[in-house]
């Protein structure tokens, strides 16, 4: 069975728990409880042997390393880069500007040949299209 990584915002981001039971791939959740340097070794294995590599941006973000994964993944590794913003995320939105900066991010990652979705119902449905799950 394909796998996905699940990157991109963490920060108490609740979007993982809502898109994992939706999944009919395998998925690699990097977020543990007691942040140790050994699961930042397992994230990076992970991340380059995913079939898939989603990163969901959601207004919680507070830093920009997800951003940078995304668009570095896309430029090395096109045909598995997912990327996705979330409008609102409990109750914290983003600005005019940021989404207009996040829509060009979206545009970027599809130039260079990754997908681009902007619901977590329309990435199940890709992971979970047959071709995907084999």
Known sequence: MKK????????????????????????????????????????????????FVLYVITPKMEGAYSVAEVVDDSNKRPEKTIFAYLLDDDGKEWSKHQIKSLDMIGRMITENGGKWFKTLDEIADYLNFEKNLK
Request: net charge negative; proline share 6%; charged share 40%.
């Open 4 to 51: 996905v990584f699940l990157g991109g915002t963490t920060n108490n981001s609740d979007w993982r728990d809502k898109l994992t039971p939706k999944l009919k791939i395998d998925f690699f959740n990097p977020v543990v409880k007691d942040w140790k340097p050994e699961d930042q070794e397992k994230e990076l294995q992970e991340r380059k042997t995913s079939d």
